[in-house]
């Protein structure tokens, strides 16, 4: 049972709180490469973890974070011109560089000083792996970038996607572990001809209630849940990985060469932002699973052209077709992520979790939660994750298979080292 004072610990993620300092810790994705401005192009708004920022590329091609407010009084810095290697307030014309350094001031005497020591709020930002990121966090220097199986591959093997979502961090991270909705939530009705091992296929009706084998990793978790299914080899397990502070790495269905890799930002504390990179790891995918990625059938959800709001959303009921509802799918929703977006978003912003009674289903929730909360709680006596640090920690993937015996995944030869886990404790078996 979480009390409101945990759940208030798990959710808020405000510059002062512990979530927020232990997700600052870490490197934060923030734009994709189809979003990236060019140099002295406009400026983007971003708010990331209750702070709204700005983004800009300079004359120079360097790409930086900084307050949205001017320092002076204020004025938002969204409407400055992106001149020379700066953007200029239009209010009285201060200037700020990537750095957050005020480098013209004209509104002033030339005799005054006060331009020195006038800064902005600033944050170091990358671009690695298609993606630019940002370091919140108060360590200098910046630790390393961290390095996913993913970013292996040619830019020609994936595709990415950036959506907003509005419900807290965390709600949409437990719906990602959550292997026992799939079976519910994602069920077709209309007997597709999928092989079994699919998120639509048998093997999810035939084992609806998985049986959870949970290890804690020195990245995060591996949510090991089995299904026992009509086959030879009766135990079809799928391990979805958790990585520390926001990353999901759910199990391959039936094509183990297809991967997807997703992250869960605060925006602010009732709103996030995903980022979906699906991969293939034996080349570029076809014009079929492109299309797949592309019209949010999988994996990532359509947006509205030019926006981050996804075309199915709360406004419209997620264009519930009751028809459809009827005959073809268990919601009536257009899409895998719509579909969890749905049931994320519909309890609240931010859920009251002293309210909810959890079930043996809920064991990979409740894992999370604890380790979230151990990490929240290590973080106010300077004990930092050891995802923070970025790097090769996260070089991991996830899993599933079918087993001939009942045998726990991690107890079955072979699959930690395909899984990619070093160090490990077990943490549940229910
Ligand atoms: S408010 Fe920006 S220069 Fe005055
Ligand atoms: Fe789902």
Redesign the pocket.
Known sequence: MITQQENALLTNTDADSPMGEMIRSHWIPFLCEHELPAADAPPQRIKLLGEDLIVFRDSNGKLGMIDEF?P????SLFYGRNEENGIR?I????KFDVNGSCVDMP?EPASSTIRECMKIKSYPVREFAGLAWVYMGSETPAPELPRFEWMEYPASHRHMSRWQQDCNFLQALEGEVDEAHVAFLHRRLDNPQVPKESLFGSYFQEGQAPRWKILETDFGLACGARRHVKNDQPFFWRVDLFLMPFYTMIAPSDDQNSRVWRVWIPRDNESLWSICVTYRKDGPPDAAELGLWKDGVVAHRSVIPGTTTPVENKSNDYLLDRNVQREVSFTGIHGVRGQDAVVTESCGPIVDRSREHLASSDTSIVAMRNLMLRAAREVVNGVLPRTSAGGDIYKVQSYSGLHEDPTDFDHVPGVLETIGIQTRTEKQAS
Not at 72 to 75: E, I, V
């Open positions: 001017c002076h009084r204020a004025a307030c209010y009285h014309g201060w509104s």
